[in-house]
């Protein structure tokens, strides 16, 4: 230990890591740097498997709205007006949902855990810091390890599936756009259906759809299915994301009803902090701070994420 007199505290009780172990401070560093300037995926089936399957629900409903409801509408303004609407909700949600799959959600270096680390930390005597025993990381207050992600993230909420990402200090803000976008574009697609079955029924289903009436209710029934669903999940996920912002507190530390050491942000002030600035229309757009990154190879042993 060293000598200035502060703690490590490991509930498994592994050492400070040495320069034979198998992390390396400088390799570490070096891959955080490049995460910093690539893109973060996670090679997760499961997880790969549920996006792919969110984009092929959005473009099936973009399909029914677009060919099924609006083209073979007689009323032009209504077409246009409604087509412009759902497809810029579906490019933002999608967009959100990439940005959120895409972010580095606020990965703690791993293998930090290193004598030099600590002391370059000028840690005040018997200050306490912890380290994960997992990825052998020096873990930052309300930082939590990913089992699936296989590292430390920074306010860590949850992991999400859907995006195949965990949700926490970086990418928090295209996790709630994306929900919000689902959650318009769900609405906005129950209620051209709700529009559609009226039109069909008063026509007797001769002239509202260029398919045959069986398949236009069994696309329409689908739609209808699949908006409710999608609507209830992320107005659902979407509140309590909100409700957890205002109040500074991630579910993971609501479920496990940890005591806040942390000087708390309420209300607006924890709003500008995940969506920066001062309120307006940016808070909204999932491009702010885009930028194309150029194609990096990071050989990494045992991680299960890369860059582009």
Known sequence: MPSSGHRLRDVEHHPLLTENDSYDSSSSSSSEADVADGVWFIRDGCGMTCAVMTWLLVVYADFVVTFVML????DFWYSVVNGVLFNCLAVLALSSHLRTMLTDP???????A??????????????????????CCIKPERAHHCSICK???????HHCPWV???????????????TMYI???SVHALTLCGLQFVSCVRGQWTECSDFSPPVTVILLVFLCLESLLFFTFTAVMFGTQIHSICNDETEIERLKSEKPTWERRLRWEGMRSVFGGPPSLLWMNPFVGFRFGRLQTRPRKGGPEFSV
């Open 71 to 74: 083209l073979p509408s007689k």
């Open 106 to 112: 606020g990965a703690v270096p791993k293998g930090n």
């Open 114 to 135: 290193t004598k030099e680390y600590m002391e370059s930390l000028q840690l005040k005597p018997g200050e306490v810091i912890y380290k994960c025993p997992k990825c």
């Open 151 to 157: 590292r430390c993230i920074r306010k860590m909420d």
């Open 164 to 178: 195949n990402n965990c949700v926490g200090e970086k990418n928090q803000r295209f996790f709630v756009l994306f």
């Open 183 to 185: 959650a318009l574009s």
